[in-house]
């Protein structure tokens, strides 16, 4: 082998390394995600129990998440409910209109601590986060609705009802269970097939573990 054509091995070596664990991996997830446009609310349990530490992981899940999608107005738009004792908006759908907009403002997500009322949060995002006051878009556009809640204890509430409302609204929700996360709640909030909505991992330390399964679950 001449050395030039070495070089030129090498140098394509390098490059595509630079495409798998730099910029190019997210934008390989995204193209994957291109013809997936959605609402998507994420649905954040900011209880006591969670901690301020944990909590900064659960920042840092939202902004990798959302390098799953096209940010636009006309694409995906994202939104934030944080709830503890009651859900309070973070953000709504549409506030902001770009990816980096997005990643930046789930970086710095409020934490409050308090109670656990997951049921409370559910209504709240089935009857306000996707409705157009709030930036959702109207059902005759086609637009998915989605919504990911994260949560690490039980409910001080009951979910079955609200959950049942929000799946009868059209909203696919995904349970995402950490730690003392009841299964039996999380089974009741997600959506059908349960096996595909529900989650639950250990610590707030594994959470990026099912990334990558959450991201392939809502680029179907």
Avoid at 35 to 50: A, G, K, M, Q, R
Avoid at 70 to 96: A, H, M, N, Q, W
Avoid at 186 to 194: G, H, N, R, T, W
Wanted: net charge neutral; aromatic share 8%.
């Amino acid at each position: 082998m001449r050395k030039g054509q070495g070089y030129q091995i090498t140098s394509l070596v390098l490059l595509m390394l630079v495409l798998v664990f730099g910029g190019g991996h997210s934008e390989a997830q995204r193209a994957g995600c291109k013809n997936v446009n959605y609402d998507l609310i994420f649905l954040l349990d900011t209880s006591s129990s969670v901690g301020k530490e944990d909590f900064e992981k659960v920042r840092q899940w939202v902004s990798n998440l959302v390098d799953t999608f096209e940010i636009e107005p006309d694409k995906t738009r994202v939104g934030v409910v944080r709830y503890s004792g009651k859900p309070y908006t973070e953000f709504d759908l549409g506030r902001f209109q770009t990816r980096e907009d997005v990643k930046e403002a789930a970086r710095n997500i409020k934490y409050y601590g308090g109670n656990t009322n997951t049921g409370d949060a559910l209504r709240y995002i089935t009857t306000y986060s996707f409705s157009e006051e709030a930036g959702g878009r109207p059902r005759e556009r086609a637009i998915k609705k989605v919504a990911i809640l994260l949560t690490d204890g039980r409910s001080q509430d009951l979910v079955l009802e609200p959950a049942t409302a929000a799946h009868k609204a059209g909203i696919r929700i995904f349970a995402v269970g950490v730690g003392e996360a009841l299964k039996e709640e999380l089974v009741e909030i997600a959506s059908e097939p349960k096996s595909a909505h529900v989650f639950h991992v250990s610590d707030y330390n594994a959470i990026d573990k099912i990334r990558g399964i959450l991201r392939r679950r809502l680029c179907e």
